[in-house]
């Protein structure tokens, strides 16, 4: 298990109160060993003009799975990590429905972390692959 320590769904989601998350309606729904997946619908909040699925909605996903992703490998007393870099390659559109962004890491260093965020359709399509990279800091004293 690479998690700092065992987080539940309900304190995972908790994170997300208030922010762009709830709004576009993202929830986190699987925490595996080495993987966190969270869901996003297709609806008015993440589609552009043209009916399909906005690209930066889909990078608002995976940018929030792959940042929650790294923060619950840190001591929360001590460290937390920040979008250093991040791309996305739109494979699919995706015109209602729902959408799951998975991540799992592929370096988990001291300093940056590099996460890898699959994002498919109920299916298993392959709607996004995007990657991320996060720099760790220390947190200073106040």
């Given at each position: 298990?690479i998690?700092?320590?065992?987080?539940t769904?309900a304190?995972?989601?908790?994170?997300?109160?208030?922010?762009?998350?709830?709004h576009?309606?993202?929830e986190?729904?699987?925490?595996?060993?080495?993987?966190?997946?969270?869901?996003?619908?297709?609806d008015?909040?993440?589609?552009?003009p043209?009916g399909?699925?906005?690209?930066?909605a889909?990078?608002?996903?995976a940018?929030?799975?792959?940042?929650?992703?790294?923060?619950?490998?840190?001591?929360?007393?001590?460290?937390?990590?920040?979008g250093l870099e991040?791309?996305?390659?739109?494979?699919?559109?995706?015109?209602?429905?729902l959408?799951?962004?998975?991540?799992?890491?592929?370096h988990?260093?001291?300093s940056?972390?590099?996460?890898?965020?699959?994002?498919?359709?109920?299916a298993?399509?392959?709607?996004?692959?995007?990657r991320?990279?996060?720099?760790?800091?220390?947190k200073?004293?106040?």
């Amino acid at each position: 298990m690479i998690w700092f320590k065992k987080y539940t769904l309900a304190e995972i989601n908790g994170f997300s109160r208030d922010t762009m998350l709830s709004h576009l309606g993202i929830e986190y729904t699987t925490i595996e060993d080495n993987a966190l997946t969270a869901t996003m619908p297709v609806d008015h909040r993440t589609k552009q003009p043209a009916g399909i699925l906005h690209g930066g909605a889909s990078v608002a996903l995976a940018e929030s799975v792959a940042s929650v992703a790294s923060y619950l490998t840190l001591d929360p007393q001590k460290l937390y990590a920040v979008g250093l870099e991040i791309n996305a390659n739109h494979i699919k559109s995706k015109k209602q429905g729902l959408v799951y962004g998975k991540a799992t890491p592929v370096h988990l260093g001291s300093s940056t972390q590099v996460w890898n965020i699959d994002i498919t359709d109920e299916a298993g399509r392959l709607i996004c692959k995007s990657r991320i990279t996060m720099l760790i800091l220390e947190k200073k004293g106040k």
